[in-house]
C-alpha cells in the first residue's frame, strides 16, 4: 500500500490510497485524477501517462528503462525527472510519493 | 432524409460481399483490394480473417505487389506495433514497395535513431501547448468557413468544409503563402491518388507534380532559413533544427518529409471531418444524443476516429524470422497492420460497427497507431474536429445527408470524395 499526491497543473492535490499489484498510472485512472489519459491502457507504447516526479522521490522511482527512454524522448514537454506512470509499480518503499501532472499530455 | 439513399453500401451488396468473404478459400482472402473500401464492402472479410486467421497470409494478391501478411485484431496489431526491432518501418509503411527509382526517405518510414531526431524537431509545432496557442485563430477560421456555407441547398461537405478547413490548418502550420493553400491540398491528393482515380493520367504526371512540390518548398525553406529570426511553423523548425538544416540538400528526403506532413496533416483529418457527418447521419439517435449533450463532444471526437479510422493500414517489413500469432513469419516478409480492422475487433469494442458518441473507451481506438509511430498529429486532428463540432452545433439544427457518399478506391486512404448535406439553420 502506498499513499500516492498527484498535483495538477493548476497546483491541486489528489490524494489516492493505491495497492502494490497496481501502477502510479492505474492509482491515477482507479481514483479519477485528471490529466492522465493512458491511451494505450497501461503497456507504454503511447505516452499519455506522463507525470514528473518531485525531486525528493526521483532516487527512490528510480530512472526509466530503454524502451520508456524512447517514447520519453519524443515528448518536447519532456522534464529532467519525468516518468511515464504506466511503468512505475506501486511498492510500500513509495508511500508517500508526489507526482506532477503536466498540463497537456501528447 | 429519403429512405432511396443508401448511406453504407446497399443491403444486397454486402450480403453478396458477405457471402464471398465466407465462400473464397481462406488463403485466397485478398483484403488489400481498394474496390472494397470505396464500395464500403470490406467489412465482412475483415470479421472473417479476425475470427479465422488474425495473422493471414496473401500469396497473390490481386493489386498489391507483393505477398503480404495481414494482422486485423486489436492485440496483435499492436504487438507489432510496438516491436520496431522486428517490425520494422523501411522501406516503407505503405503495402506497395516503392518504384525503386523514386525512393522518397522520410521520418515516418524510418527506424531509431534517425526517425527519433528527425521527428523531434516538429513535433513541438504540433503539440499541446502550441496548439493552446493556435486555437483562436483556428477557430476564427471555421467560424468563418461555416458561416459562409448555403443553408438549405445541397453541397458537397467535402469540398466546402474537410477539405478547405484541413487546408488552411495546414497552411497555418506551415506558414504556407496564404493565397496558394490550395496547392498543398492537390499536391496531398496526387501523392496518395490511385492510377485508377482520374486524378492524375499517368505515374509521369504525378511525379512532375510531386517536384513542383518539392521547388515551390525549396523556395520557401530558403527563405525561412535566411531568416535571423526563426518562425515557430514547420519549415522553419526543419531549417535550422540541427538534425535537419541540412535536409534541403536531400531533395528526395526533403519531399519525403514534406508529403508526410502534407499527407499527414491533410488527408487524415479531412476524412474524420466527412466521416462524422455521415456516422451521425447513419446513427440518428446518436446526432440527438450530441445536440441534447454537447459536452459529448471531446469523446465523440476520438469515436469519430475510431470509427473512421482515416488511414486503414500501416505495413511493416519483418526485420528477421519470427512467430507472430502462431504464424511463420519469415525475415523480410511484409506485415501489414489493418487499424481499420483492430478499430472493429468485438473484443477491444463492444458492438464495435456502432457508432456510439459517449463508447467509454473511445480512446483506446488504434487508429493513431502505438509506440515510437505514433501519430504526430493527434492533438492536431482532435482539435480540429472538437472546435468543427462546437461550431457546427451551435449554427445548424441539422446537417443532412441527402446524397451517396463516394468513397476513396484505396486500402490505405480510406475517406471521401462526396458527401452531398443541406444544412437546417438553428
Known amino acids: 500500500m502506498a499513499k500516492i499526491t498527484f498535483i495538477t497543473h493548476d497546483g491541486q492535490e489528489h490524494v489516492v490510497d493505491a495497492s ?87 | ?167 488552411q490548418m495546414l497552411a497555418t502550420l506551415f506558414d504556407f503563402p496564404w493565397e496558394d493553400r490550395s496547392k498543398l491540398t492537390r499536391w496531398s491528393d496526387v501523392t496518395t491518388a490511385d492510377e485508377a482515380s482520374g486524378l492524375i493520367e499517368s505515374e509521369e504526371q504525378r511525379r512532375a507534380e510531386m517536384f513542383e512540390c518539392l521547388e515551390y518548398f525549396t523556395g520557401l525553406w530558403h527563405e525561412r532559413a535566411s531568416r535571423k529570426e526563426p518562425g515557430n511553423d514547420l519549415l522553419s523548425l526543419l531549417a535550422h533544427g540541427e538534425a535537419t538544416r541540412d535536409l534541403v540538400n536531400r531533395p528526395m528526403e526533403f519531399l519525403g518529409n514534406l508529403v508526410l506532413l502534407i499527407v499527414g496533416g491533410n488527408d487524415t483529418t479531412r476524412n474524420s471531418l466527412s466521416g462524422g457527418v455521415l456516422a451521425l447521419n447513419q446513427f440518428p439517435d446518436q446526432f440527438a444524443k450530441l445536440k441534447a449533450d454537447p459536452g459529448l463532444i471531446p469523446n465523440m471526437v476520438s469515436e469519430i476516429i475510431r470509427w473512421q ?47 456510439i458518441i459517449d463508447r467509454e473507451n473511445a480512446r483506446k481506438h488504434i487508429a493513431f497507431g502505438f509506440g515510437l509511430h505514433r501519430c504526430m498529429g493527434n492533438r492536431v486532428a482532435e482539435m480540429q474536429l472538437r472546435i468543427a463540432w462546437d461550431e457546427i452545433l451551435k449554427r445548424f439544427e441539422h446537417v443532412e445527408v441527402v446524397g451517396e457518399p463516394v468513397r476513396v478506391r484505396s486500402s490505405f486512404v480510406k475517406g471521401y470524395l462526396e458527401l452531398p448535406v443541406q444544412l437546417t439553420a438553428k
Open chain 2, 1 to 167: 432524409m429519403s429512405e432511396a439513399i443508401d448511406l453504407s453500401a446497399p443491403a444486397n451488396a454486402l450480403e453478396a460481399a458477405r457471402q464471398d468473404a465466407y465462400s473464397t478459400p481462406l488463403e485466397k482472402l485478398d483484403v488489400a483490394r481498394g474496390e472494397l473500401f470505396e464500395q464500403d464492402l470490406i467489412w465482412p472479410y475483415f470479421e472473417r480473417l479476425r475470427a479465422e486467421a488474425p495473422v493471414h497470409y496473401c500469396a497473390e494478391p490481386e493489386i498489391a505487389n507483393g505477398p503480404y501478411w495481414s494482422v486485423s485484431t486489436y492485440d496483435l496489431i499492436k504487438e507489432v506495433d510496438t516491436n520496431h526491432e522486428i517490425f520494422s518501418s523501411e522501406p516503407t509503411i505503405v503495402i506497395d514497395d516503392p518504384d525503386e527509382d523514386f525512393v522518397l526517405p522520410m521520418f515516418i518510414a524510418m527506424d531509431p535513431p534517425q526517425h527519433d531526431e528527425q521527428r523531434k524537431v516538429v513535433s513541438p509545432v504540433v503539440g499541446p501547448r502550441n496548439l493552446a496557442a493556435l486555437e483562436p485563430i483556428i477557430r476564427q477560421r471555421v467560424c468563418e468557413i461555416l458561416d459562409s456555407l448555403p443553408v438549405g441547398e445541397t453541397f458537397n461537405w467535402v469540398e466546402k468544409v474537410s477539405i478547405e478547413l484541413t487546408t
Open chain 2, 309 to 355: 479510422t482515416p488511414l486503414a493500414h500501416m505495413r511493416r517489413t519483418a526485420t528477421r524470422d519470427t512467430t507472430l500469432g502462431g504464424k511463420q513469419i519469415k525475415e523480410g516478409d511484409r506485415v501489414v497492420m489493418w487499424y481499420v480492422s483492430g478499430n472493429r475487433d468485438e473484443a477491444m469494442f463492444k458492438n464495435a460497427n456502432d457508432f
Open chain 1, 20 to 106: 502494490n499489484d497496481t501502477s502510479v498510472m492505474n492509482a491515477a485512472i482507479d481514483n479519477l485524477v485528471p490529466g492522465i489519459d493512458a491511451d494505450c491502457g497501461g503497456e507504454c507504447s503511447c505516452a499519455t501517462c506522463h507525470v514528473v516526479v518531485d525531486n525528493a522521490w526521483w532516487e527512490k522511482v528510480g530512472a526509466p528503462s530503454d524502451r520508456e527512454e524512447s517514447m520519453l524522448d519524443l515528448n518536447p514537454e519532456r522534464e529532467a525527472h519525468s516518468r511515464l506512470s504506466c511503468q512505475i509499480p506501486v511498492t510500500d518503499a513509495l508511500d508517500g510519493l508526489v507526482v506532477n501532472v503536466p498540463e497537456f499530455q501528447m
